[in-house]
């Protein structure tokens, strides 16, 4: 292990982190516990080639703790893990069954304190190849989850988002009439557009891929902008559906939505971006509460849960979470991610007492 490797374990503050370096394959394989508090940890396996098998700890890390949030900020009884497969090279065939078979043995040897699902890189096949050696990993087994894509539940979650936003911004939770701008109309934006334009929105979409675009807005009467434009389209909701860090010291300024409520992960270049967005009035939705509709899916299903209406009921009650942190936040004069911050805390803490 790198004198890099040893310092990341170190000083990190989740529970545990498993390190194998598959020899045939030339894999760093990294399994992050970040927290356990509320349940054996439930996060995605990503396959990707890094620069160096640091930045595959480090995103394992950063992955785990982020899961550890999403789930407490929902409340539902799972834990903070991810997985990184750090490959040299795109493996296909026999030799990415056979990371995967090993990768599968590793989990088995954790007996279900962390449980694996499909994540960038790794598809709903991937899992199925791993569930030949552990039960330890979701959406492989079309009976248990029937489910396969995340992205319509995603969707789901953020349109009660926008529903708590606009309550709390104007009293009102209304969608009619409203303007609507989605950046990146893909497996989340897409399901949004239609949820919304069926609710009467005023849709403005965007996206790198403009024949994509422009067939969704031709379907549903919308408006589109071009990608570079699109940050400064006058509207009530502004739904990042597509990349990271498009809040930043830069953008903010030029901002002309009262909500920013959207699906991308990892909005805020950095923490501080959520106290721009505050000082200037303009409401935020935390990104991992707002987003958390696929996951809290394929926890329910995890749970034994087959019915998608029931499924659905469960992703709903993302707008009661963020009506919460909204009312919270305004009492306290404090950005909502603060707010949503001290959520998590409080029900790990009281996860931690009742243990
Ligand atoms: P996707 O790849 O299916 O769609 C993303 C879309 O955004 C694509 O159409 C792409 O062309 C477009 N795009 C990329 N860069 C862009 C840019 N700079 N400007 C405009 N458009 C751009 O991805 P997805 O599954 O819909 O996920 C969208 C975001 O939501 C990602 O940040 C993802 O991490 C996050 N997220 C997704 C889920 C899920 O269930 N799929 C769950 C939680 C979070």
Redesign the pocket.
Known sequence: MTDLLKELVRSWEGEAVVTKYDRPTGTWIFIALHSTALGAAFGGCRMRVYERPEDGLEDAMRLAEGMTHKWAAVEMEFGGGKSVLAVKQPLTGGDRAGLLRRFGHLLETLGGRYMAGVD?GTTPEDMRTVNEVTSYVCGADRNRFPIE???P???TGVLMGIRAALQHRFGDESIQGRRILI????????PLAHMLNDEGASLTL????QA??RTLADELGAEIVA?ER?LEVECNIYA?????A?LNATSIPKLQCDVVA?????QLSESDDANRLHDRGILYAP?YVI?????IAFGMMFKGMRDEAGIRLRVERIRDSLREIFDQAARRNESPLVAARKRVDRVLETARRQS
Not at 206 to 209: E, G, N
Not at 240 to 244: E, Q, S, T
Not at 262 to 266: C, D, E
Request: hydrophobic fraction near 35%; aromatic fraction near 2%; include cysteine.
């Open positions: 960038l894509d995340p992205g539940f995603t969707a950046q990146g109309v893909g497996d989340v934006g897409a965007t996206d790198i891929d994509r675009a990608p699109a990042p559906c597509a990349v990271g498009t959207g699906s991308a992960n990892n990104d987003n958390a509709g696929g996951a």
